[in-house]
C-alpha cells in the first residue's frame, strides 16, 4: 500500500513466487550482432542526453544573475516544495493558512492535492514572498516531535533553532504561551463535559 503522496492509499500488487515463469523467469537468451550493435547505439544516444543535459545546466549556472528572477525563484519554489514528502506539505500549509480542500483521488478515496495548493499561491508571490517560502520550506521538517520523546524541546542546533536565534525570537516564551493556551482550553472542556453531565444527571 503507498503510504505518502498523491497515491496515498492505493495498493500496488507485488509477485513474491520464487518459481513464477513471469517474474523469477531466468533467460539464455543471447543478442545477435545486429541487436548488439542497435543496444550500443541506444546507450550512446542515452550518455550523449545525459551529458549534453549536465553541459546545458553547468552553463544555465553561469549566466544566472546574482540576484535570482522571480520566474527562477517560482521554478525553485515549486521544486523544492514537490520533494518536502506529505507531512511537510501538510505543515506548510499550516503555516501559511492556506484553505485545505479534500478531492476524489484516482484509486476511490479522497485525498489534498498540496501540490496544486501550492502551485496556486506561488504563482501569486511577489520576489520577497518566494524568498520567504524557500526558508519556511526549509525549516518545515523541524516540527517534527519524535514520537518516542514527545516533550523533546527544539534543538538550538537545529535549523529552526538556529533562525529562531537569528531572528531574536524567544523560543522558551513563545512554548510557555501555547503551554497556557492549551491547558485553558483543557479546562475549559472539562467544564462543559461535567455541565453536560450534570444535566444528564437530573
Not at 87 to 107: D, F, P
Not at 128 to 141: K, R, Y
Request: proline fraction near 4%.
Amino acid at each position: 500500500m503507498v503510504i505518502d503522496g498523491p497515491e496515498t492509499g492505493k495498493l500496488l500488487h507485488v509477485c513474491r513466487d520464487e518459481k513464477c515463469p513471469v517474474h523469477a523467469k531466468a533467460t539464455r537468451y543471447q543478442p545477435s550482432p545486429q541487436e548488439r550493435a542497435e543496444s550500443a547505439k541506444e546507450a550512446l544516444a542515452e550518455r550523449i542526453e545525459k551529458l549534453a543535459g549536465f553541459r546545458i545546466l553547468n552553463a544555465i549556472r553561469k549566466k544566472l544573475p546574482p540576484a535570482l528572477s522571480c520566474p527562477d525563484l517560482k521554478l525553485a519554489a515549486r521544486d523544492y516544495f514537490e520533494r518536502l514528502g506529505h507531512e511537510n506539505h501538510r505543515r506548510v500549509c499550516r503555516v501559511y493558512g492556506w484553505e485545505v480542500k479534500k478531492t476524489k483521488a484516482a484509486w476511490g478515496g479522497s485525498t489534498v492535492d498540496y501540490k496544486a495548493i501550492a502551485q496556486k499561491a506561488v504563482r501569486e508571490m511577489s520576489t520577497q514572498e518566494l524568498q520567504h517560502f524557500l526558508v519556511v520550506c526549509a525549516l518545515a521538517s523541524d516540527l517534527y516531535c519524535p514520537g518516542y520523546n514527545p516533550r523533546q524541546a527544539l534543538a538550538r542546533d537545529s535549523n529552526l533553532g538556529q533562525a529562531a536565534a537569528r531572528c531574536k525570537i524567544d523560543t522558551a516564551k513563545l512554548s510557555t504561551m501555547v503551554r497556557e493556551e492549551l491547558s485553558k482550553r483543557r479546562e475549559g472542556t472539562s467544564l462543559k463535559k461535567n455541565k453536560t453531565i450534570k444535566r444528564k444527571s437530573k
